[in-house]
């Protein structure tokens, strides 16, 4: 099976960015696009900045305790 148009794997070829780009051009305009590009890249940073806290705070945690054992799915009674 082939994973996209043409079998390229869905990766845009040389006249899809350039479509792309006249696109972008067109709807943010010359004057705009600077900015465009700027809050981009603030938004990338920022995602990738919590992205790699949460990964931090992962390996922050304690490892788990040894005397829990894993639960084997049948519902605890609680009352005899």
């Not at 900015?35 to 603030?42: D, L, Q, S, T, Y």
Request: aromatic share 2%; no cysteine; net charge positive.
């Amino acid at each position: 099976m082939h994973a996209g148009r043409g079998g390229r794997g869905g990766r845009g070829g040389g006249s899809e960015i350039l479509i792309l780009m006249l696109i972008v051009l067109l709807v943010f305009g010359a004057n705009r696009l600077p900015e465009a590009g700027k809050a981009v890249g603030k938004g990338l940073r920022e995602f990738k900045r919590a992205l790699s806290d949460a990964e931090h705070s992962i390996q922050q945690l304690p490892p788990p305790r040894e005397e829990e054992q894993p639960r084997d799915g049948k519902p605890k009674r609680l009352v005899e």
